[in-house]
């Protein structure tokens, strides 16, 4: 999975899905949107996020199912297009596309089972491992 930066680009464009809130530029807001913002926006996004798939938030759950292993995601913190290495600000789309491949590896976004859910204990932990290693989604 693909993380790029959506500056610059036509909004709603097919080969994107956008994972960002909406009212910015015109593209269309995303279930999967950080709704925080600061320091650690991410630790609470991710926390955020893996709740909401605990609940079976519908809207989250069909945005995770859209996704594929060859999805681009498009946000604006991202700045993988920059010039500057390393990156100097994390998005939270490495963090949807760890939670997609969490879910799929578990079979969370198939169907409810409440031992996989059990399986959703602590996710956090997973994700900022995933984070502090650097690992490309
Ligand atoms: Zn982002």
Not at 66 to 72: C, E, K
Not at 107 to 133: K, M, Q
Request: net charge neutral; proline share 4%; glycine share 8%.
């Amino acid at each position: 999975m693909l993380i790029i930066d959506v500056h610059g680009l036509v909004p709603n464009t097919a080969e994107v899905t956008y994972v960002g809130r909406g009212g910015k530029h015109g593209w269309t807001n995303s279930a999967l949107g950080n709704p925080f913002v600061g320091n650690d926006a991410l630790v609470k996004y991710s926390a955020w996020l893996f709740a909401k798939i605990k609940e079976r938030d519908e809207d989250i759950l069909a945005a995770l199912r859209s996704l594929t292993p060859t999805s681009v995601l498009g946000c604006w913190c991202c700045t993988a297009n920059d010039n500057r290495e390393p990156k100097k600000r994390r998005c939270h789309a490495e963090i949807v596309a760890a939670a997609w491949r969490y879910c799929q590896t578990r079979g969370l976004l198939n169907e409810i089972i409440e031992s996989d859910l059990e399986a959703v204990r602590e996710p956090a932990t997973a994700v900022e491992e995933h984070l502090v290693n650097g690992g490309r989604a």
